[in-house]
């Protein structure tokens, strides 16, 4: 035993007096007088470590009673369930050269001896002469497994993966940190040829059939070769008649979390009786495609086969490209059913208002949508149908850059166990997030549950919109904070889609960006932007909704020399929007884009909501005025051959308010 600072041996504990650096000695149980127990409650009942580890977890309990089961599910036993669940998993791996699908077993193969979840499928096995290696293979598969067996997952198996100080498991998607537009494909057959939007401005660049077959192989004989899959049976659209069922086939914790979150999640019960999936993604984003395949152009394709239902991902691990992926089927699945589908927010005042937030990414559809005073119905992707709205998730995405807690603080404390972080920095050893680091990339992004937003608004549904806003982020700062439109001009302006941000940060960007993207949204839309802008303009005409057009973006000039509008007014003209207090104030018209503007809104400055007061140089403000009608009047060229509408009345008015110089 050491001695003290004075030299001394320190006495026994329970002795008494003072010990080692002044502290007070540990006094000892009196009853335990001559025995060292260090505590009294009874020894565990335990033989081994082994057998203490079997104590910790027990089985999850069955959702359906064995006995004394009710309705049309009472005949099938839980073995029979099962058995015919791991038979659907098998066949949407089947590789379609092989006659069955692989031998598919339940749980993770590296915990078989702990797991009690190991199932055999019982499969015919049909003796073959040619067998191949794979089919001697069993495919684990990981089947919708909860946040926290995911986090493990993720941590013990995937680099890049880290709990972070509030609790979110931090991830890394990889080479792309991005959407990858360019490398999508749809299937061009016998009813795509007629029904989808094809050549100059679609994003549907086609494939044949032949082709999504040699992918959708490669991509389920990569999923066969690895030692687990990971599959999310879930919901898409909380309307309960039009609920469309995915599967979802990943090779990645990171991925199943991400659409755990993002998806409807199924009850216990909606899971036992999910039965067939109306549409399966393939995800082998670890995997490329292969260049020398028709219709490839890069290492990576995003492949949608509508007659298959089936959605093929090659050479690409950001997640949103799955949350997009089936936002692009519902957008052909809805319109079909006369509903309209929208990339858009929505929330709902506590009178039952709702507002839909148009706009393109990072114009603010998230961060406007989530408002402390009203009802979270959605944060992306709605449907518009006879009986009011509803959302077509069951969690946000939202964008991560600079976030502050100060700001937006139902996203940051959104951010806790069960988010996933996507591609943040963060520190190595208090694992706190720096959300203003851009190291990996500015599109930093946080995926969580709708519920975690405090104010959600469970089921997703809401009533008919009274408002329609189109966001738009004009770094070239000439588009008032605020203008109420026409329906005329809520169609050309939903038609155009514009928003224009700045390239990136680096210094001598001076010039901004333009993009017109048609129903803000043309990468995710299937049929022509007509169809969706006449649906639009048929249902706000009907339930009487006002468009009003936002600008998020720039303020006293350009990019570079003005700045951008403050989050804090933006949020005090859309409150005035939402109270119905815009809709009585006295409007001007500007000039060129014959936009309404108010005079007031309580809370903002008067002379901000006239972007010409903001600009010292008023020669510069029209040049550049211009040059922005002229880049709408460029775009709005593709459109003008296209009819909207029953009559060309409404055509001819949309045609009539765009700019005019
Ligand atoms: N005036 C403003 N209005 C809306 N967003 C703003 C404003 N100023 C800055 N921002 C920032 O812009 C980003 C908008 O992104 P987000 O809401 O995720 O867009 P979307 O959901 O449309 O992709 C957020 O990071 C937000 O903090
Ligand atoms: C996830 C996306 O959407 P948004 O930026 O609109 O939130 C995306 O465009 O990839
Ligand atoms: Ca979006
Ligand atoms: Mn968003």
Request: glycine share 8%.
């Amino acid at each position: 035993m050491a001695a003290n600072g004075n030299g001394r041996v320190p006495t026994a504990p329970g002795a008494g007096g003072v010990g080692r650096n002044g502290l007070a000695k540990i006094q000892t149980n009196k009853k335990a007088e001559g025995v060292c127990h260090d505590d009294s409650t009874p020894p565990v009942k335990a033989q081994t470590i082994d057998e203490l580890h079997s104590l910790q977890m027990k089985k999850s309990a069955p959702t359906t009673p064995i006995d004394g089961m009710k309705g049309p599910f009472a005949a099938f036993s839980e073995d029979e369930r099962s058995k015919q669940q791991l038979q659907s998993i098998s066949a949407s791996l089947a590789s379609l050269t092989r006659e069955t699908g692989p031998k598919v077993v339940k749980g993770d193969p590296a915990r078989q001896s702990e797991t009690p979840r190991v199932s055999h499928v019982s499969h015919e096995i049909t003796p073959t002469i040619s067998v191949s290696d794979s089919s001697l293979k069993f495919t684990h598969v990981l089947y919708n497994l909860s946040p926290a067996e995911l986090y493990e997952q993720a941590i013990k198996y995937e680099k890049g993966s880290f709990i972070t100080s509030s609790g979110a498991l931090a991830t890394l998607s990889g080479a792309k940190t991005g959407r990858s537009p360019k490398d999508k494909r749809v299937v061009r057959d016998k009813t795509t040829e007629d029904d989808l939007w094809w050549g100059k401005g679609s994003p549907n660049i086609e494939m044949d059939e032949h082709t999504f077959m040699v992918n959708r192989e490669r991509a389920v004989d990569y999923l066969n070769s690895l030692d687990k899959v990971f599959i999310n049976d879930q919901f898409l659209n909380w309307d309960p008649e039009n609920r469309i069922k995915v599967r979802i086939v990943s090779a990645r914790a990171y991925h199943s979390l991400f659409m755990h979150n993002m998806c409807i999640r199924p009850t216990p019960e909606e899971l036992e009786n999910f039965g067939t999936p109306d549409f399966t993604i393939y995800n082998a984003g670890q995997f490329p495609c292969n260049r020398y395949t028709h219709y490839m152009t890069s290492s990576t394709s995003i492949d949608l086969n509508l007659a298959r239902r089936e959605m093929v991902i090659l050479g690409t691990q950001y997640a949103g490209e799955m949350k997009k992926g089936l936002f692009s089927v519902m957008h052909y699945l809805m319109p079909k059913r006369q509903i309209l589908s929208l990339h858009s927010g929505c929330n709902m005042g506590k009178d039952g208002d709702v507002a839909l937030f148009f706009g393109l990414s990072g114009t603010g559809k998230t961060t406007l949508s989530t408002d402390h005073n009203r009802y979270l119905i959605g944060d992306d992707e709605h449907c518009w149908g006879d009986n009011g709205v509803s959302n077509i998730e069951g969690g946000c995405y939202a964008k991560c850059i600079d976030l502050s807690r100060e700001k937006e603080p139902d996203i940051w404390n959104a951010i806790k166990f069960g988010t996933v972080l996507e591609n943040v920095v963060f520190d190595e050893h208090t694992r706190e997030v720096d959300y203003s680091d851009k190291s990996v990339t500015e599109n930093t992004r946080a995926a969580y549950p709708i519920e975690y937003i405090p104010n959600a608004k469970i089921p997703c549904v809401g009533p008919h919109p009274k408002n329609v806003i189109l966001l738009a982020c004009d770094a070239f700062g000439v588009l008032p904070p605020v203008s109420k439109l026409s329906l005329a001009q809520t169609m050309y302006h939903f038609i155009s889609g514009y928003t224009a941000l700045v390239a990136g940060t680096e210094d001598g960007i001076k010039e901004p960006q333009a993009t017109f993207s048609a129903c803000f949204g043309a990468a995710f839309i299937m049929m022509h932007p007509t169809k969706y802008a006449a649906m639009l303009a048929a249902k706000m005409e009907q339930h009487g909704a006002t468009g009003w057009l936002v600008n998020t973006g720039w303020s006293g000039g350009r990019y570079g020399s003005g700045s951008r509008i403050k989050l804090a007014y933006t949020r005090k003209i859309i409150d005035a929007i939402h109270s119905g207090s815009l809709l009585k104030a006295n409007y001007k018209k500007t000039e060129v884009f014959g936009l309404q503007i108010p005079t007031e809104v309580e809370g903002v400055p008067s002379e901000i909501l006239e972007p010409m007061n903001t600009w010292s140089d008023k020669k510069a403000y029209k040049e550049t005025l211009l040059k922005l009608a002229g880049l709408f009047k460029t775009n709005f060229q593709g459109f003008v051959a296209h009819k909207i509408g029953k009559d060309d009345k409404l055509t001819d008015e949309i045609l009539a308010a765009g700019p005019v110089f």
